[in-house]
């Protein structure tokens, strides 16, 4: 059960960040309110929730915003488009960046490119969401600058006419974590879910973890709480991965059979991710 010592943005790593709030660049009012809610990490998105015609003023409500004290990362928009180059020489050396989502990744280039243009040290998340993406996602996983993957869902179901059905969106889930694990990525960040239902949010967040994605896009705040608390160790799995290190400390750490080590790999997971959500 997430609880009101819920620890904040700066606190949780993005390495196992689960909740990533996108919030819309041209409405500077929501930043703030963004970063009071229980959101691991804030995502001003200066891509697809931004009109063409609003972009430049949305990227000075980004950097006024960061250079005022503040911290989030940023959608920006993709390699293909004018705006991508505006947008990054804008962002460049702005403190309180903390990386960038790069919008329909298809290469690895992409990644790496994006990354040298921010001066090399602004991690990349490739947010995947084309047909030819899934199919690159490997390769873009192990590109230069490359720190995590997303699930662009919707915009891959306009791409290949897939439904939202969980069998029909098992196989670019699962391509992902694959990817993810071959680049030696954290888990990858699954798609938001577009429903206001939060028992079909908690539900389709279960499914995700699942396959083995660790994050989500979030995009209202009260789906945060609903991804926090679906995508975090369960109080049972707490329990048993307390109760087995204990039992493997008494027995002085000896491996008995061949189920102890990935048991123990598993209940040091659980206590880590535990500790870092603040639920123990």
Not at 68 to 77: F, I, L, M, T
Not at 88 to 108: F, Y
Not at 120 to 132: D, F, K, Q, R, W
Not at 239 to 255: C, H, N, P, Q, V
């Amino acid at each position: 059960m997430i609880t009101d010592t819920q620890t904040r943005q700066s606190e949780i790593s993005p390495r196992i960040s689960r909740t990533w709030l996108l919030v819309s660049a041209d409405r500077a009012d929501d930043f703030e309110r963004a970063t009071e809610s229980q959101a691991d990490q804030i995502i001003l998105d200066i891509e697809d929730a931004v009109d063409p015609s609003n972009k430049d003023a949305a990227r000075q409500n980004v950097t006024a915003w960061l250079q005022s004290g503040h911290q989030a990362w940023v959608r920006v928009n993709d390699r293909s488009t004018s705006f991508w180059a505006q947008d990054l020489d804008r962002l460049r050396e702005v403190p309180g960046l903390q990386g960038v989502i790069l919008a329909k990744t298809e290469t690895p280039d992409e990644v790496s490119k994006t990354h040298a243009r921010l001066g090399g040290n602004v991690p990349v998340i490739a947010l995947i969401e084309s047909a030819v993406g899934v199919e690159n996602a490997v390769a873009i996983a192990s590109a230069h600058g490359a720190f995590r993957l997303a699930f662009g869902s919707g915009d891959y179901r306009r791409d290949t006419g897939a439904s939202a059905d969980e069998l029909a969106m098992a196989y670019p889930r699962s391509r992902l974590v694959v990817a993810s694990r071959v680049g030696r990525l954290p888990g990858p960040i699954d798609g938001p879910s577009v429903s206001p239902s939060h028992p079909l949010v908690r539900e389709q967040s279960e499914s995700a973890l699942a396959l083995g994605m660790t994050g989500r896009l979030c995009l209202n705040i009260p789906q945060v709480s609903v991804v926090n608390e679906a995508m975090s160790p369960a109080q049972s799995d707490i329990a048993w991965a307390m109760e087995f290190l204990d039992s493997f400390s008494a027995r002085g750490g000896i491996i008995q059979d061949g189920s102890d080590l990935p048991r123990l790999s598993r209940a040091q997971k659980i206590l880590t991710l535990a500790q870092a959500f603040a639920l123990i």
